[in-house]
């Protein structure tokens, strides 16, 4: 009980700062002898307590946000109960399979990420565009990234943060926090799908009690992420999602 309780606070506390906290939670059920579909779940329903803690405690970075979440969040919920579709009629290698290539990817567009937004700054402003504009290519890029990361994150779940982060970072003039902040919150979004769904089909399937001691973690390092997480600079906060997603990347192929 301790084990898990303090893994649901280092996977809150990494959701908040960067998004990967299940690949924490995730090997600590199977260790400790859940199905993996079952720590899935378990993990899914728990850690929806951290997403709002995490998303509470980043709330001043989504303002002025909102005019483009309108169309990410549909995308996000969308996806996300098709992943979770996913979860529970394939078999679990069919799509694990693309996670270490999905995480690569998202590592390379952090890493590059402030190379393609200097390079869309100079193409804007040669033709007398605002530098914050967004055309209405890069949104249905945008949007349609949103809704294959949401698909991902109902059948998995983990690193959907930084394949998301990934995504804004090549697509959006935004700053790293005001991304993390949207980040936590269609992530939180996606694991509230997921849940439910998992709830309302495979209740017999859930560990609650699991579950609970992960929300219970999750909702405390929630607020520590987001409270020290805010006060990273861009540069340490890619650095920090980098290394995690090393790890994480490292940990999936170990499997």
């Known amino acids: 009980m301790v084990l898990i309780a303090l893994a649901g606070v280092g996977a809150g506390a990494i959701n908040a700062v960067v998004g990967s906290g299940t690949l924490i939670t995730f090997p600590t059920l199977v260790a400790l002898g859940y199905p993996p579909v079952t720590s899935t779940m378990s993990n899914a329903v728990g850690l929806v307590a951290g997403g709002v803690s995490g998303t509470w405690g980043y709330r001043r970075e989504l303002r002025g946000q909102w005019d483009r979440l309108r169309w990410q969040i549909p995308a996000s919920l969308v996806g996300a109960g098709l992943g979770a579709w996913l979860l529970l009629h394939l078999p679990e290698k069919v799509f694990t399979q693309i996670v270490p290539v999905l995480l690569i990817g998202a590592l390379i567009l952090v890493v590059i990420g402030p190379r393609i937004q200097s390079w869309a700054r100079r193409r804007a402003e040669e033709t007398g565009q605002s530098a914050e504009h967004i055309s209405a290519r890069r949104m249905a890029a945008l949007v349609l990234a949103t809704f294959a990361v949401g698909i991902y994150g109902g059948y998995f779940t983990a690193a959907q ?79 920090v999602i980098v290394v995690v997603g090393l790890i994480g990347l490292y940990r999936l192929l170990s499997v």
């Open 161 to 239: 943060g930084i394949l998301l982060v990934g995504a804004m970072g090549a697509l959006l003039p935004e700053s790293m926090q005001r991304m993390n902040a949207a980040k936590n919150l269609l992530s939180l979004l996606v694991n509230v799908v997921a849940a439910v769904a998992y709830t309302l089909v495979a209740f017999d399937r859930i560990s609650w009690a699991a579950a609970g001691l992960i929300a219970v973690g999750s909702l405390l390092g929630g607020f520590l992420g987001a409270h020290y997480g805010r006060r990273l600079s861009p540069n340490a906060l890619r650095a």
